[in-house]
Protein backbone atom coordinates (compact mmCIF):
# COMPACT_ATOMS: atom_id res chain seq x y z
CA UNK A 1 0.00 0.00 0.00
CA UNK A 2 1.51 3.55 -0.86
CA UNK A 3 1.89 5.40 1.87
CA UNK A 4 0.74 9.04 2.63
CA UNK A 5 4.06 10.75 1.81
CA UNK A 6 4.35 8.51 -1.50
CA UNK A 7 1.30 9.60 -2.56
CA UNK A 8 1.91 13.18 -1.93
CA UNK A 9 5.04 13.26 -3.60
CA UNK A 10 4.19 11.13 -5.99
CA UNK A 11 1.43 13.76 -6.62
CA UNK A 12 3.68 16.55 -6.60
CA UNK A 13 5.32 15.18 -9.42
CA UNK A 14 2.37 14.17 -11.50
CA UNK A 15 1.45 17.92 -11.05
CA UNK A 16 4.34 19.23 -12.69
CA UNK A 17 3.85 16.89 -15.67
CA UNK A 18 0.33 17.87 -16.19
CA UNK A 19 0.80 21.82 -15.77
CA UNK A 20 3.17 21.16 -18.89
CA UNK A 21 0.54 18.74 -20.81
CA UNK A 22 -2.01 21.22 -20.70
CA UNK A 23 0.09 24.32 -20.99
CA UNK A 24 0.25 23.17 -24.71
CA UNK A 25 -3.36 22.66 -25.17
CA UNK A 26 -4.46 25.52 -27.91
CA UNK A 27 -7.16 27.42 -27.28
CA UNK A 28 -9.19 26.06 -30.00
CA UNK A 29 -8.99 22.20 -29.23
CA UNK A 30 -10.06 23.91 -25.80
CA UNK A 31 -12.66 24.89 -27.37
CA UNK A 32 -13.93 22.24 -29.39
CA UNK A 33 -13.52 19.93 -26.45
CA UNK A 34 -15.70 21.75 -23.99
CA UNK A 35 -18.34 22.32 -26.24
CA UNK A 36 -18.62 18.34 -26.75
CA UNK A 37 -17.77 17.96 -22.94
CA UNK A 38 -20.73 20.14 -22.06
CA UNK A 39 -23.29 19.18 -24.66
CA UNK A 40 -22.55 15.38 -23.18
CA UNK A 41 -23.44 17.06 -19.58
CA UNK A 42 -26.62 19.12 -21.07
CA UNK A 43 -28.16 15.57 -22.54
CA UNK A 44 -27.33 13.29 -19.12
CA UNK A 45 -30.00 12.11 -16.64
CA UNK A 46 -28.30 13.35 -14.23
CA UNK A 47 -28.01 17.07 -15.01
CA UNK A 48 -31.53 16.87 -16.27
CA UNK A 49 -32.70 15.44 -12.76
CA UNK A 50 -30.77 17.53 -10.45
CA UNK A 51 -32.45 21.01 -9.57
CA UNK A 52 -29.17 22.52 -7.46
CA UNK A 53 -26.53 22.28 -9.11
CA UNK A 54 -22.77 23.57 -8.20
CA UNK A 55 -20.47 24.45 -11.34
CA UNK A 56 -16.67 25.63 -10.23
CA UNK A 57 -16.22 28.55 -12.85
CA UNK A 58 -13.44 27.47 -15.43
CA UNK A 59 -9.74 29.13 -15.55
CA UNK A 60 -8.64 30.83 -19.16
CA UNK A 61 -7.21 27.75 -19.76
CA UNK A 62 -6.11 24.02 -18.93
CA UNK A 63 -9.89 23.12 -18.19
CA UNK A 64 -13.00 22.60 -19.53
CA UNK A 65 -15.00 25.90 -20.23
CA UNK A 66 -17.53 25.58 -17.91
CA UNK A 67 -19.54 29.02 -19.31
CA UNK A 68 -22.22 27.75 -21.01
CA UNK A 69 -23.48 25.43 -18.31
CA UNK A 70 -23.63 28.30 -15.76
CA UNK A 71 -25.84 30.35 -18.75
CA UNK A 72 -27.83 27.40 -19.00
CA UNK A 73 -29.04 26.61 -15.50
CA UNK A 74 -29.32 30.25 -15.28
CA UNK A 75 -31.59 30.70 -17.94
CA UNK A 76 -33.45 27.73 -16.85
CA UNK A 77 -36.93 27.76 -15.21
CA UNK A 78 -36.14 24.88 -12.37
CA UNK A 79 -32.84 24.86 -11.72
CA UNK A 80 -30.71 27.04 -9.13
CA UNK A 81 -27.07 27.93 -9.65
CA UNK A 82 -24.10 27.81 -6.76
CA UNK A 83 -20.55 28.40 -7.92
CA UNK A 84 -17.63 28.26 -5.39
CA UNK A 85 -15.80 31.14 -2.77
CA UNK A 86 -13.07 30.62 -0.69
CA UNK A 87 -11.73 31.40 2.30
CA UNK A 88 -7.71 30.64 3.51
CA UNK A 89 -8.43 26.33 4.07
CA UNK A 90 -12.17 26.36 2.95
CA UNK A 91 -15.11 26.77 0.32
CA UNK A 92 -18.60 27.35 0.40
CA UNK A 93 -21.23 26.64 -2.86
CA UNK A 94 -22.96 30.21 -3.04
CA UNK A 95 -25.91 30.82 -5.39
CA UNK A 96 -26.02 32.99 -8.02
CA UNK A 97 -29.14 34.24 -9.56
CA UNK A 98 -29.07 35.39 -12.74
CA UNK A 99 -26.96 36.26 -15.91
CA UNK A 100 -25.88 39.15 -14.73
CA UNK A 101 -24.62 38.04 -11.30
CA UNK A 102 -22.26 35.91 -13.29
CA UNK A 103 -21.59 38.95 -15.37
CA UNK A 104 -20.14 41.16 -12.30
CA UNK A 105 -18.24 38.79 -10.15
CA UNK A 106 -15.10 40.12 -9.13
CA UNK A 107 -12.24 38.62 -10.76
CA UNK A 108 -9.84 36.76 -7.71
CA UNK A 109 -6.04 36.21 -7.78
CA UNK A 110 -6.69 33.06 -9.85
CA UNK A 111 -7.30 35.24 -12.56
CA UNK A 112 -11.51 33.57 -12.58
CA UNK A 113 -14.90 34.97 -11.43
CA UNK A 114 -15.63 34.85 -7.34
CA UNK A 115 -18.50 35.96 -5.70
CA UNK A 116 -17.09 38.80 -3.28
CA UNK A 117 -16.70 38.07 0.60
CA UNK A 118 -18.39 41.06 2.00
CA UNK A 119 -21.83 40.11 0.13
CA UNK A 120 -24.26 38.11 1.83
CA UNK A 121 -25.11 35.23 -0.52
CA UNK A 122 -27.27 31.88 0.00
CA UNK A 123 -25.29 29.11 0.77
CA UNK A 124 -25.85 25.57 -0.37
CA UNK A 125 -26.15 24.47 2.67
CA UNK A 126 -29.53 27.10 3.91
CA UNK A 127 -31.76 25.31 1.91
CA UNK A 128 -32.16 21.41 0.25
CA UNK A 129 -28.38 21.13 -0.37
CA UNK A 130 -27.30 20.52 -3.90
CA UNK A 131 -28.15 17.99 -6.52
CA UNK A 132 -24.96 17.87 -8.28
CA UNK A 133 -21.46 19.00 -8.14
CA UNK A 134 -19.46 19.65 -10.96
CA UNK A 135 -15.95 18.86 -10.37
CA UNK A 136 -12.51 20.41 -11.43
CA UNK A 137 -9.01 18.94 -11.66
CA UNK A 138 -5.74 18.79 -12.73
CA UNK A 139 -6.53 15.67 -13.95
CA UNK A 140 -8.59 12.09 -13.84
CA UNK A 141 -7.94 8.50 -13.90
CA UNK A 142 -10.36 5.99 -15.56
CA UNK A 143 -10.86 4.49 -11.49
CA UNK A 144 -13.05 7.71 -11.24
CA UNK A 145 -10.11 9.66 -8.89
CA UNK A 146 -8.95 12.99 -9.29
CA UNK A 147 -5.79 15.37 -8.51
CA UNK A 148 -6.42 18.55 -8.27
CA UNK A 149 -4.57 21.94 -7.29
CA UNK A 150 -3.46 20.48 -3.99
CA UNK A 151 -5.68 22.56 -1.52
CA UNK A 152 -8.20 19.36 -1.10
CA UNK A 153 -11.33 22.06 -0.97
CA UNK A 154 -12.96 19.78 -3.38
CA UNK A 155 -12.38 16.24 -1.49
CA UNK A 156 -12.90 18.50 2.19
CA UNK A 157 -16.28 19.81 0.56
CA UNK A 158 -17.37 16.82 -0.67
CA UNK A 159 -17.46 15.00 2.69
CA UNK A 160 -19.21 18.20 3.81
CA UNK A 161 -22.24 17.09 1.46
CA UNK A 162 -22.21 13.52 2.46
CA UNK A 163 -22.07 13.82 6.11
CA UNK A 164 -24.79 17.33 5.79
CA UNK A 165 -27.09 14.51 3.95
CA UNK A 166 -26.60 11.93 6.32
CA UNK A 167 -27.61 13.80 9.36
CA UNK A 168 -30.37 14.72 6.75
CA UNK A 169 -31.50 11.29 5.79
CA UNK A 170 -31.29 12.52 1.88
CA UNK A 171 -29.16 11.69 -0.93
CA UNK A 172 -25.81 13.15 -1.72
CA UNK A 173 -24.98 15.09 -4.76
CA UNK A 174 -23.78 13.45 -7.64
CA UNK A 175 -20.40 14.42 -8.42
CA UNK A 176 -19.02 14.32 -12.16
CA UNK A 177 -16.09 15.63 -13.61
CA UNK A 178 -15.29 17.35 -16.94
CA UNK A 179 -12.00 16.54 -18.84
CA UNK A 180 -10.71 17.31 -21.89
CA UNK A 181 -8.67 14.38 -23.81
CA UNK A 182 -5.53 15.88 -22.03
CA UNK A 183 -6.18 15.23 -18.24
CA UNK A 184 -7.95 11.59 -18.02
CA UNK A 185 -5.20 8.65 -17.45
CA UNK A 186 -4.82 5.32 -16.80
CA UNK A 187 -6.85 3.58 -14.10
CA UNK A 188 -4.33 3.33 -11.38
CA UNK A 189 -2.04 6.59 -12.48
CA UNK A 190 -3.56 9.13 -9.79
CA UNK A 191 -2.07 8.17 -6.44
CA UNK A 192 -5.06 8.49 -3.98
CA UNK A 193 -5.04 9.34 -0.10
CA UNK A 194 -7.46 8.38 2.69
CA UNK A 195 -9.40 11.85 2.51
CA UNK A 196 -9.60 11.42 -1.72
CA UNK A 197 -13.12 11.65 -2.85
CA UNK A 198 -13.68 9.38 -5.84
CA UNK A 199 -15.80 10.80 -8.37
CA UNK A 200 -19.12 9.52 -9.48
CA UNK A 201 -18.63 10.30 -12.99
CA UNK A 202 -16.02 11.73 -15.43
CA UNK A 203 -17.19 13.21 -18.71
CA UNK A 204 -14.61 13.12 -21.67
CA UNK A 205 -15.22 14.39 -25.21
CA UNK A 206 -15.02 10.45 -26.20
CA UNK A 207 -16.21 8.77 -22.95
CA UNK A 208 -18.45 8.90 -19.92
CA UNK A 209 -17.32 6.64 -17.31
CA UNK A 210 -19.75 5.76 -14.43
CA UNK A 211 -19.85 3.65 -11.40
Known amino acids: ?9 LKRTLRKELKTVLKAVSGSTLASESETVVQHLLDSDVYKKSRNISVYISMPSSEINTRSIIH ?13 RWTADAMEMVRIKSWQDYLDLPINKWNIPEPPHDTPMENAFDHEGLDLILVPAMGFDENRNRIGHGKGYYDKYIESCRVWAKERQCQPPKTVGLALREQLLK ?7 PTDQKLDCIITPDRIICE
Open 1 to 9: MTSIATAVA
Open 72 to 84: DILHSSDKACYVP
Open 187 to 193: GGNIPTE
